[in-house]
């Protein structure tokens, strides 16, 4: 069974004007430090076809429904994003999450393809998300092309990270970039939930369990019980006898 | 069996509904069970060891599924398509439903707290809305025989107002987490007590029913049957007696009078074909859940009842009441970084902070009313899924350091969640709303919700109390805390509903006597929350299928002795 809901909007780069109109009154007014990546180089009156990581599809208004098959679960709505922005996606990802000696990059275990996945979906925290998404990724693309002259996905590490640290730190961040800085909160939302679930993301993060157990549950560890000892030691606490 | 006079019609196959039938299948009655849901099969739909990678989104909650993709949830949750529900303007009420054979029972959280003395004579005690028909000793046997069947874990502790069941009753509950012991550490500091908790879930097994292997979301329902639903118990032992019949997708609409004033049956829609039928029984009993069974009787208009079945004291609709809820969540340094072990366990609760400040209100020292209890949230390192992303946000930044920093923090979030109990009030109702039907045609419920200032100090109390214990925790506060007005729950959002047909000694005030039996037509029962003359902060389900068997008793009695 299928619910109908409305055609959902589609995103483009006229998103991002809007919140970049917002950033740069608060540029001129003076209330921002930092202005170097709030984007003086955009095009006064750009449409979709500029855009330059291109239009995503729109997306379906379909969703699983209220009794969806839950033991052979299926995604009913095609992804939606082009190569390029899913390339940023990916490049971004990779930054959140990189690959080190425990566990490999976001990337490499489909976190990208989850972020179209999520964005494409017809509910409506999915399609604020798009919103927040397409728009952020587009953001990081103009920036990269206009201050480095090169995409944000060939940028090199320096000049990505310079980009992403002006919106991935609310505290020194500039003031007026609040809609960027929620981008990248809700983007690396995404893509850690995304990460950690999958088996990868589990045998490093160390989640034990989904395994049944034959008998009483066992309860703490014995390392996990001089652990919490110490820990009430510290605190002066005991339990009740 | 469409000509069939059943002994009884059974309307709703959840908590009540569910236990009804087996009481009264295993009497040997005909026992007609009608269901608005599908039927729903555990034992070939629970997804038990499903991960969230393979659910659409990992699983996360949408308008379809409210509670997740796997959650044992059919056609409902906030809304059942085609079935709307209103609040009135100034009120904001939420109502969860399902719409599948077992009801709600599938996906419980199976917090199972008895009421005790105290809490069957709140306005002895307090002055404030109204005292049962019956005291916890009335109901104690039936407590006991309830857990038996249904299963219980917990552990006696003797405490005031929080009766011990008959020995041997309850099942071993599962050893406490570290963050329980924790908590429980704190807790003895201040003298607050933090005991084990008691959950639907067998630690035993019973029957064809297994113990509990500890691995799998019970919130998606349970195929080995140790988490209780009616689906995997109540149902297939009263099927087996022979004397039950199930219908689903069973709309029923009202109550039949025949021209002496007697129910005579119910008059419902067969949904597969549209088509209007009729159930005839001797005994109509109403277990469709507390917003359901007072519009059913609303809708039951006659000549002789004009304001609906069972309605003549006014009182059907009235007194709507939730559990009060409110949470506070925060961080514990100590306990990052900590050794890993398998803390699934029984999946929610092993303990809880039952209420403890009897002595301190009877003495006037507290400036609320009656009781709450505390359950936790987000214990230990669970399962990951998309929530996962808040310890990113909480860590900051990104890279490498990023991902050290969700191997330090992940399991070291606690919330702490308020349990209160409300005490009803004039401004909390439900209604037939005069402009609305739903697909079928059958006019659907309005409701008004209001907190009072009781409520609202109890979540001060609460919210002061929090801070003390994640403060003696070395703990840190995430989140602001907001005016107990900001924080308390929406009303219904705790999925307590209750009140709204409740029983007591006097016709002209209450719907129903002590068995749910209503004042004006003796052969119409009532066999779910709706009953209920107050709603303690413990948790309502167990108080509703004891309720269900007592009742059941004295009507089989009554069918017996041809009182009825
Ligand atoms: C996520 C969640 C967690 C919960 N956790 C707890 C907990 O830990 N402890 C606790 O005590 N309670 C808990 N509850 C509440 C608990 O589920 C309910 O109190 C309990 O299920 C109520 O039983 P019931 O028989 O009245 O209604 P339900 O279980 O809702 O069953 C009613 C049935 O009647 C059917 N029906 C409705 N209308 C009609 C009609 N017109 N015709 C025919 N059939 C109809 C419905 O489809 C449904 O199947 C929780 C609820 C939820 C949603
Ligand atoms: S944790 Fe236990 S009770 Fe819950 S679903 Fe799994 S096996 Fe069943």
Redesign the interface.
Known sequence: ?T?ERKAPTCVDRRTTIKWLAATMVAANTGCSSSTKFLGDEIPAAPNAEKALLGVAATPSNV??????D??N????WPRTMTDAQLRTAATTCD????A?D??PAASAVGVPD?ID??VS?P????QHDRELILGGLEWLEQQSQSHFGTTFSSANGNQAAEL?DSI??PDTAAAGNDKLIEFF?RF???????Y???EA??K???????????G??????T??????AG??D??G????S | MKNERYDAVIVGSGAGGGMAAWVLASKGLRVLMLEAG?DYNPY????M??????????GTG????PFG??DAT????WQ??GEPYASAPGSEFMWWRSRMLGGRTNHWARNSFRMGPYDFKPRTRDGLGVDWPIEYDDLAPWYDKTEAIVGVYGRNDGLENHPDSSPGVLH?P?????SE??I???C??LDIPCVPARRAIL?RPIGDRSA?????DCG?GCSIGAAFQSTTSLLPMALATGNLTIMTNAMVYEVRLDDKGKADGVNYIAKNTGKHEVASGRTVVLAASSGETARILLNSKSALFPDGAGNSSGQVGQNLMDTVGAAMRAQFP??EN?????????MGLHMYIPFWLYQEQARGELDFKRGYHYEFGSIG?????????????FA?????S??ED??RY?GSFLSFVCRGEMIPNAGSYCEIDPDTKDRWGIPTLRFHFKWSENELKMVRHFQETTAQIID???GRLQGSVASPQQSISRGGEIIHEVGTARMGDNPDSSVTNQFGQTWDINNLFLSDGSVFASKAHKNPTLTIMALAWRSSDYLAEQLRTRAL
């Open positions: 069974m619910t969703g699983y429904g209220t009794d969806p839950l033991i679960p299926v995604v009913p930054m959140i999450l990189p080190d425990q566990s989850f996945e999520w979906a509910y409506e925290q999915q992403l991935a730190y909160r690396r939302y995404l893509t850690v939930g995304a950690y679930s999958t993301g589990i490093d993060i160390g989640y034990i369990g989904n395994v049944p157990i034959s009483d549950y066992p309860g703490p560890s390392e996990a019980m001089a652990h919490l820990v009430l510290e605190l606490l005991s339990l009740p | 599908r070939d739909e629970t997804p060891f499903a991960a969230p990678r393979d659910a659409p989104l990992r949408t308008p379809d599924k993709f796997y059919v056609d409902g949750g059942v398509p071993k599962p050893a406490p987490r570290v012991l924790l429980q550490a704190g003895h500091d630690t509990c292997f500890y691995a799998t998606r100590l306990l900590r050794p890993a072990y398998n803390e699934d366990g029984a390192r669970r399962e990951p899924g998309v929530g996962l992303g808040e310890v990113a946000t900051g930044g990104y890279g490498r990023l991902k969700m191997r992940y003696r925790l070395g």
